[in-house]
């Protein structure tokens, strides 16, 4: 399988693909004549916590790379997140959007653990690169995967702000918000922001727990790919939605992350 430094070009600044390949800054007005899309989007927590697990994490999102790579007309991001500077947020392409039979592995090059959660600002960050190629025919998916609470984001930003907007992005009926939440409380976390708690999944934060969990995001995102309707109201089917989760997929209590700096 090609890398992704394969797949990536310089032209004008900004990292495109080949022509039939979409970026991220394409011209909507272009696309008028194509046929509906669907669109998958990971806002990865790149935060320090995050260092134990980031061979894990990488495995588990290689296996979500893996099981979308034959759904037909769809594409791909991933964007991690940590802080910049003492907070605000870094926000880091690891691709942009790829058709999904195009989609590079992730490497541990890629992804390397630092700083804070500005968890509000990346998921403020993701629905914009969602809606710079979305459109009203098309169907989106944003993701959201986190092992803490928010921390660093600007203060602009708040639980609300980014409530209401998730909120009327899921009212407009092609759009679908899942929530990844390793040990936090991610039914309250997911809840707090507007997603339902059959479109979020606890798990601990392990390398057992880790790979159940992509595997698990992985079968729902076929679902939703494959889905007639815009959008998918229970996202993890069959799995427990209360902090009860059993086997390798659940959470612990609740707690506050504190978050370590990587050299």
Same mark, same amino acid.
């Given at each position: 399988?090609?890398?992704? &430094? *394969?797949? $990536?070009?310089?032209?004008?600044? /900004?990292?495109? %693909?080949?022509?039939?390949?979409? !970026?991220?800054?394409?011209? +909507?007005?272009? &696309? *008028?004549? $194509?046929?509906?899309?669907?669109? /998958?989007?990971? %806002?990865?927590?790149?935060?320090? !916590?995050?260092?134990?697990? +980031? ?65 509000l600002a990346a998921v403020l960050d993701g629905i914009k690169r969602l809606e710079a190629v979305v459109r009203p025919s098309d169907k989106a998916l ?122």
């Open positions: 399988m090609p890398g992704r &430094r *394969d797949f $990536l070009k310089k032209a004008g600044g /900004a990292a495109v %693909v080949g022509p039939m390949i979409p !970026s991220v800054q394409i011209d +909507r007005q272009q &696309r *008028d004549n $194509l046929p509906p899309s669907k669109y /998958a989007l990971l %806002v990865l927590d790149r935060s320090g !916590s995050m260092n134990h697990v +980031r061979e894990a994490t990488v495995k588990g999102v290689n296996t979500w790379l893996d099981g979308i790579r034959d759904e037909s007309d769809l594409f791909a991001s991933i964007v991690q997140f940590d802080t910049a500077g003492s907070w605000g947020l870094d926000s880091t392409e690891t691709f942009d959007f790829h058709a999904a039979k195009h989609l590079p592995k992730m490497t541990l090059a890629d992804y390397v653990p630092r700083g804070g959660t500005p968890l944003l993701v959201i995967q986190t092992d803490g609470e928010e921390n660093t984001s600007p203060p602009e930003i708040t639980l609300e702000v980014v409530k209401n907007l998730l909120t009327a992005k899921q009212a407009e009926g092609n759009w679908t918000v899942v929530f990844m939440g390793a040990d936090i409380d991610a039914w309250g976390s997911s809840a707090s922001v507007g997603i339902a708690p059959s479109n979020t999944l606890g798990y601990q934060n392990n390398a057992v727990a880790t790979a159940a969990a992509y595997t698990t995001t992985t079968g729902g995102t076929q679902t939703w790919s494959r889905s007639i309707n815009a959008s998918t109201t229970d996202f993890f089917v069959g799995v427990p939605t209360t902090s009860t989760a059993g086997a390798s997929v659940t959470v612990k209590p609740k707690r506050t992350k504190k978050d370590t700096s990587q050299p």
